[in-house]
């Protein structure tokens, strides 16, 4: 697993921040190669009325479009939360091998929490440590919660 790097996952955390100021639940992503951000997301479903746009989701579509091509296998992702079935399979199919999240999700956390699709018998296993910031990472997903009720 490469050396994760926080300033990475400030960006992602700003991200996020972006996603609260528009009413959307705040995750942010950011994808990784060599040291160089290739590409952001965040989370998108409530304005683009669309059940894919997560944030990783998102930062994946963008990383494909920049480098080219569907393997990112060269890549790191950074996100806010841990990821979701969705988002896991879609590292999974992406090929990004190392994977660093903030808060854990006792919902939907796919990487360990609730399950872990990173350990299933598929040919493609990412690297995943989560708890990067947690506190401010969670929080953020706190408020907004707390802001809707």
């Not at 059940?51 to 494909?64: F, G, P, S, V």
């Not at 296998?73 to 969705?86: A, S």
């Not at 947690?134 to 706190?142: G, I, S």
Request: hydrophobic share 40%; net charge neutral.
């Amino acid at each position: 697993m490469s050396e994760f790097n926080i300033k990475y996952m400030e960006k992602a955390l700003e991200l996020a921040r972006e996603a609260f100021q528009d009413d959307e639940v705040p995750v942010g992503a950011v994808i990784v190669r060599n040291g160089e951000i290739v590409a952001t997301g965040r989370n998108r479903r409530e304005k683009e009325k669309n059940a894919l746009l997560h944030a990783e989701t998102d930062a994946i579509n963008n990383a494909c479009k920049v480098l080219g091509g569907w393997r990112l296998w060269n890549c790191d992702i950074y996100v806010t939360l841990e990821p979701c079935p969705m988002c896991a399979g879609a590292i999974i199919n992406a090929h990004i091998p190392n994977v660093y999240f903030g808060a854990y999700d006792f919902k939907n956390g796919s990487c360990g929490t609730i399950t872990n699709l990173f350990e299933m018998p598929y040919n493609f296993k990412p690297n995943c440590k989560g708890g990067i910031m947690q506190e401010e990472c969670a929080d953020l997903l706190k408020s907004f919660f707390k802001r809707l009720r």
